[in-house]
């Protein structure tokens, strides 16, 4: 009888918590999602505007990592009359993917809850005057001073 009761009593409690979801520091699907969606409007704003490098490294901290912006900055960020800024292109380095955040979006949970990978295979895109074969893109997300940011991006042939 005391099995049962502790059995009804755990779904109980598993029902009113809303199911269990799997989840590194209680960060979910939806909420990993926005992350990743957040950082590649950050990014892509960096385009809009010329400014310092510094100012441009301060407005990737809010959703990179220092090392990760190191790289996005080498790669990415050029000098131009009055400052800097990077130039938007679809096959640009360092880039947030143009994930469909959808049910082909997985997420994958590091297992002790430090990382969290957001990746997508992309099918083959035929003919035309841009193609690409079909590849997964992912992203990497690690916790830095109790904030998760993007760690990494990539781009490979398999997962």
């Excluded at 912006?69 to 360092?94: C, H, L, M, R």
């Excluded at 049910?103 to 590091?110: C, H, M, S």
Aim: charged letters at 30%.
């Amino acid at each position: 009888m005391s099995k049962y009761l502790v059995a009804c009593l755990a779904s109980v409690l598993l029902f009113l918590s809303g199911g269990y979801t799997a989840s590194a520091e209680g960060l979910h699907r939806e909420e990993v999602l926005s992350l990743v969606q957040d950082a590649m409007e950050n990014q892509g704003s960096i385009s809009e505007e010329v400014g310092t490098k510094e100012a441009i490294e301060g407005k990737l901290d809010k959703h990179f990592t220092g090392d990760f912006i190191e790289k996005f900055v080498q790669a990415n960020v050029v000098k131009v009359d009055g400052g800097y800024t990077a130039f938007g292109s679809d096959f640009a380095p360092y880039y947030i993917p143009f994930f469909s955040y959808d049910k082909n979006t997985e997420i994958v949970y590091g297992k002790n809850g430090d990382v969290i990978y957001v990746q997508e295979e992309f099918q083959d895109t035929g003919d035309g005057p841009v193609s690409m074969e079909k590849h997964v893109e992912s992203v990497t997300l690690k916790k830095e001073n109790d904030v998760w940011k993007v760690m990494d991006v990539k781009y490979k042939r398999e997962k």
